[in-house]
């Protein structure tokens, strides 16, 4: 689908829009889960056999876990050289959204134990019945990246806030490619963002524009009066009809 909508002709059309960035807008727009999966390789063993993962290529997270389903049925696509597969039956495969590191179902901070399903209730603003002595700050991304990568701070998704503390535990988010109340945790060790969550910045999507700025043709706000005349012999001057107050505006005054 992105591939067609990217190759069909227009007058202008920006190039430097990826099929992330189409992929996003789709998803915020239609609230349709679409998932892209790729496999990569990793280095062969010592016994000459690859070793294959599943990587999210593409997700949308908050599409997943805090929008209601509609009509649209989700939608599952693995990439593998340059290929697009449907699966027949729906997957069961768990996707790295963090490269190099596997999600957890829980890990542990100060000796505390912090859970994925708690994690998910952050997300999703069910606060009340959890208790932490620190503040846990919950990011995602939209496909595969490095944990050491500054994205991350850019996706923060959910926040717990721990009263009479300034210590903060950044935790990843890794939803499942089908189930939406399901999802697993890292803990980020480089992440120093400690801004206050924002819950309104969720669902903001930038638009797409076809084309570059330059391309296009603007016309001006206003238009001016012909300036090779006097404003007095211009057509909607003459037209004007003068106040009582105002008697000589619009009216050409001949001197002697």
Same mark, same amino acid.
């Given at each position: 689908m992105v591939e067609k909508l990217q190759i069909t002709a227009r007058e202008t059309r920006n190039k430097k829009i990826d099929t992330v960035?189409?992929?996003?807008?789709?998803?915020w727009t239609l609230n349709i889960n679409i998932t892209l999966v790729k496999i990569t390789a990793r280095p062969p063993r010592k016994t000459g056999h690859k070793l294959f993962c599943f990587c999210y290529s593409f997700q949308n997270t908050l599409v997943k876990i805090l929008k209601?389903?509609?009509r649209f049925k989700p939608i599952h696509v693995i990439t593998y050289k340059k290929k697009y597969y449907i699966l027949n039956e729906p997957p069961t495969i768990f996707p790295l959204l963090l490269k190099r590191v596997?999600?957890? =179902?829980?890990?542990? @901070?100060?000796?505390?134990?912090?859970?994925?399903d708690q994690i998910l209730d952050i997300v999703q603003g069910k606060t009340e019945h959890l208790s932490f002595p620190y503040t846990i700050n =919950?990011?995602?991304? @939209?496909s595969s990246i490095e944990k050491t990568s500054r994205e991350i701070e850019n996706n923060m998704i959910g926040q717990f806030l721990a009263e009479n503390t300034a210590e903060i535990i950044h935790v990843f988010l890794t939803p499942d490619i089908e189930n939406s109340n399901i999802i697993r945790i890292n803990a980020l060790e480089t992440v120093k963002?400690?801004?206050k969550f924002n819950k309104h910045n969720l669902f903001v999507n930038t638009h797409i524009t076809e084309g570059d700025?330059?391309?296009?043709?603007?016309t001006p706000k206003e238009v001016l009066l012909n300036q090779k005349s006097c404003i007095c012999d211009h057509e909607e001057t003459q037209q004007y009809s003068p106040s009582q107050r105002d008697r000589n505006l619009g009216i050409t005054i001949h001197s002697l």
């Amino acid at each position: 689908m992105v591939e067609k909508l990217q190759i069909t002709a227009r007058e202008t059309r920006n190039k430097k829009i990826d099929t992330v960035q189409v992929l996003k807008y789709i998803t915020w727009t239609l609230n349709i889960n679409i998932t892209l999966v790729k496999i990569t390789a990793r280095p062969p063993r010592k016994t000459g056999h690859k070793l294959f993962c599943f990587c999210y290529s593409f997700q949308n997270t908050l599409v997943k876990i805090l929008k209601a389903p509609n009509r649209f049925k989700p939608i599952h696509v693995i990439t593998y050289k340059k290929k697009y597969y449907i699966l027949n039956e729906p997957p069961t495969i768990f996707p790295l959204l963090l490269k190099r590191v596997n999600p957890e =179902v829980q890990i542990t @901070y100060k000796n505390i134990s912090v859970r994925a399903d708690q994690i998910l209730d952050i997300v999703q603003g069910k606060t009340e019945h959890l208790s932490f002595p620190y503040t846990i700050n =919950v990011y995602t991304a @939209y496909s595969s990246i490095e944990k050491t990568s500054r994205e991350i701070e850019n996706n923060m998704i959910g926040q717990f806030l721990a009263e009479n503390t300034a210590e903060i535990i950044h935790v990843f988010l890794t939803p499942d490619i089908e189930n939406s109340n399901i999802i697993r945790i890292n803990a980020l060790e480089t992440v120093k963002h400690s801004v206050k969550f924002n819950k309104h910045n969720l669902f903001v999507n930038t638009h797409i524009t076809e084309g570059d700025k330059k391309d296009f043709c603007r016309t001006p706000k206003e238009v001016l009066l012909n300036q090779k005349s006097c404003i007095c012999d211009h057509e909607e001057t003459q037209q004007y009809s003068p106040s009582q107050r105002d008697r000589n505006l619009g009216i050409t005054i001949h001197s002697l």
